[in-house]
């Protein structure tokens, strides 16, 4: 299981990685747009929305963090843009976690399987503070 920080960016993700890598000195890493996801009829997306970044990853003084850029359809607020991600390969202990994070909080997305997860889900604690919950296979 890892913990990660989640980076959120509305449109400007592309720039924020070139300046990020810059000053870190991580190579640039590969990026999946949204363009290159299943489509979906029900969620069609628009030319520009296709050419930003869905998902990256890069490491900075040994964490790992995540960058995507936010569709227009959500919301983004400067400041609640920055969120954790725990990624494990234990359903149970994404379960666990999603529950228990949600009380007094909000779900921002249900927990179900995704094209790049079995189990991924969303949601704000009561503190303010976002979590992804992501069952993926290539973390120990």
């Keep these: 299981m890892s913990l990660q920080v989640s980076l959120g960016f509305h449109g400007n993700g592309r720039e924020a990685l070139e300046f990020y890598a810059k000053i870190f000195g991580f190579p640039m890493p590969q990026v999946m747009t ?8 029900a969620y069609p997306i628009t030319e520009e929305v296709k050419q930003l970044i869905m998902y990256t990853n890069f490491e900075i003084m040994g964490v790992t963090c995540m960058l995507s850029d936010w569709p227009p359809e959500m919301a983004y607020v400067v400041g609640r843009n920055i969120g954790l ?11 666990r976690l999603y ?30 503070v976002q979590w992804q919950l992501n069952m993926c296979c290539d973390t120990p």
């Design 99 to 128: 529950e228990a994070l949600k009380e007094g909080g909000t779900v921002d997305m249900e927990l179900a399987a995704t094209f790049w997860s079995e189990l991924y889900g969303m949601v704000t604690d009561k503190f303010g």
């Design 34 to 41: 949204y363009g290159e996801m299943p489509p979906d009829p």
């Design 85 to 95: 991600m725990v990624v494990t390969r234990d359903a149970d202990e994404i379960r």
